[in-house]
């Protein structure tokens, strides 16, 4: 699966990008201004571009944290997840045993991304995805991208059917459990090749990262044929949606921002890094996307805002050894953890990657590498707070949780119920939330509506509905759940979705 993807990778270039956001209108109301007897809101100062990080707090793990059994010949590719007090890693090998013979992605959890890594219970890491013959991925799955939203777990991986010259595409698949897996969209793929011009790498789409932001899915990947990729196929493209599955209501990251497309296999005009196997994750604390992508020095993060139209901050390296793309260790949602020391002042960055080629001459020998950075301004304000820790659920003044959704602090009775809707859960409350207000209260056994095609939400104090991702939260707080038709549902005042 990198036969064609180990071209140049050392020294890749970052994209260009433009110094400000775009300024106010001249004829807009002057500063302190009144418009039909209101003061008026100012427009925020443009950000600034290029902002330098303060390195500190190299690491990196002892030895190897991460292999399969004994007939694993590789192991790159990974993706971590820190959730329930352990790290949960997903990468790609191959097992013997495990199926069609081909790129299978195992499964194994330790206490700290140092390892060591374990199947679940102990002993050797286990398959979880194998091909499946006569599908797009009837040879190869790899390249993993683990999400958590509500209780459902999502799995984006690259799948093949046989060789190159066959090209890859990325799949879905979905998991209660992180284990057990069921192939989506019918066992199709959900994006492949644009096939936007022709390149003697034909490894087409694939090594897909995913986060959940604000109710979109952000889909990270590489497509050799994409019309912006370099002329070696490298290049990152970016698609969103609010479909996990990506099979509607589609945007695609242009050179003028996200705009609608009809599919995802619309043409690639953009790319954000000029690299290969590279990794996206939110950082609040920052409030802006970081990418980690392999350069001569080490692991790249390379740093865009929310729109993908400024480099707020100066590129940081984490330094080390490597020879495949790094795992960035992240929360289910896919954002970086938070500082539980310095939420305010630190931001933690640690990634897993493949360090030396082994005997069949692929890549293997995961380790764990950190760096901290200072600088973000975490806290600078109140709208730096509550973006620091959207998603971010510890405990209350009354022995319940809060939970944090976008500037909103929501108590809830249960924890059992604030982990499946949080991105992160704390054992100890922070001081910088502490003047945020309780906006809504989640009781044990509040009502749940459900109306067909709109999803299920919950009633909190006058009838107002806020969203759940899935219906994992229902039998946890004792909810019932209550049919309304769509009029009714549409009545209802409409709050956050606790979700995302």
Not at 111 to 124: A, I, K, L, S, Y
Request: aromatic content about 8%; charged content about 15%; some cysteine.
């Amino acid at each position: 699966m990198r036969v064609l993807l180990a071209l140049s990778l050392a020294g890749l270039v970052v994209a260009g990008c433009s110094d400000s956001y775009a300024q106010p209108q001249a004829d807009g109301p002057a500063p302190g201004g009144i418009a039909g007897g209101k003061p008026v809101a100012q427009p925020k100062p443009p950000r600034a571009a290029n902002v330098a990080l303060v390195p500190s707090g190299a690491r990196q793990s002892p030895g190897v944290v991460a292999a399969g059994g004994e007939d694993a010949v590789y192991n790159y590719g990974p993706t971590v997840m820190v959730d329930g007090g352990k790290t949960h890693l997903w990468w790609c090998s191959q097992y013997g045993t495990a199926g069609p013979p081909g790129d299978d992605i195992l499964y194994a959890e330790a206490p700290t991304p140092d390892g060591p890594f374990t199947g679940p219970g102990g002993g050797v890491p286990i398959p979880v995805l194998s091909g499946a013959p006569g599908n797009f991925d009837g040879m190869h799955t790899c390249d993993p991208s683990v999400l958590r939203v509500g209780t459902t777990y999502y799995l984006y991986y690259t799948g093949a059917a046989g060789d190159h010259a066959l090209g890859n595409a990325i799949g879905l698949a979905t998991s209660t459990d992180g284990v057990h897996w069921t192939r989506a969209a019918g066992g199709k793929p959900i994006l492949g090749p644009s096939h936007d011009v022709h390149r003697d790498n034909v490894y087409g789409a694939g090594q897909p990262s995913v986060v959940f932001l604000d109710g979109w899915y952000y889909l990270l990947f590489t497509d050799t044929t994409g019309r912006a990729a370099g002329w070696n196929g490298a290049g990152q493209f970016v698609v969103r949606s609010h479909d996990p599955a990506f099979g509607s209501g589609v945007e695609a990251l242009g050179d003028k921002g996200f705009a609608p497309v009809s599919a995802t296999s619309a043409p690639r005009e953009r790319s954000v890094v000029d690299g290969f196997s590279a990794d996206l994750e939110w950082v609040g604390a920052l409030d802006a996307f970081a990418i980690a992508h392999e350069t001569a020095a080490g692991t790249t993060l390379t740093f865009w805002d929310r729109d993908f139209t400024l480099q707020p901050y100066a590129p940081v390296v984490i330094p080390g050894a490597w020879k495949e793309g790094p795992g960035l260790v992240r929360r289910p949602d896919g954002h970086a953890p938070t500082s539980v020391t310095d939420p305010c002042g630190t931001v933690s960055f640690d990634v897993v990657r493949a360090t030396v080629t082994g005997e069949s001459g692929a890549p293997t020998a995961l380790r764990h590498f950190g760096l901290d950075v200072r600088g973000s301004g975490a806290c600078a304000d109140a709208d730096r707070v509550t973006t620091t820790f959207d998603g971010v659920a510890m405990p209350s003044p009354e022995r319940t949780m809060d939970l944090f959704r976008r500037g909103q602090r929501i108590r809830i009775d249960r924890r059992s119920v604030a982990a499946t809707l949080a991105g992160e859960v704390l054992n100890e409350p922070l001081p910088p939330v502490e003047g945020i207000p309780v906006t809504a209260r989640l009781h044990a056994g509040a009502t749940v509506v459900h109306a067909d095609g709109r999803g299920y939400s919950v009633l909190l104090g006058k009838n107002v509905r806020w969203g759940l991702p899935d219906t994992g939260s229902v039998k946890l707080n004792d909810s019932e759940v209550t049919e309304v038709d769509p009029r009714q549902w549409d009545a209802y005042a409409i709050g956050l979705p606790l979700g995302g």
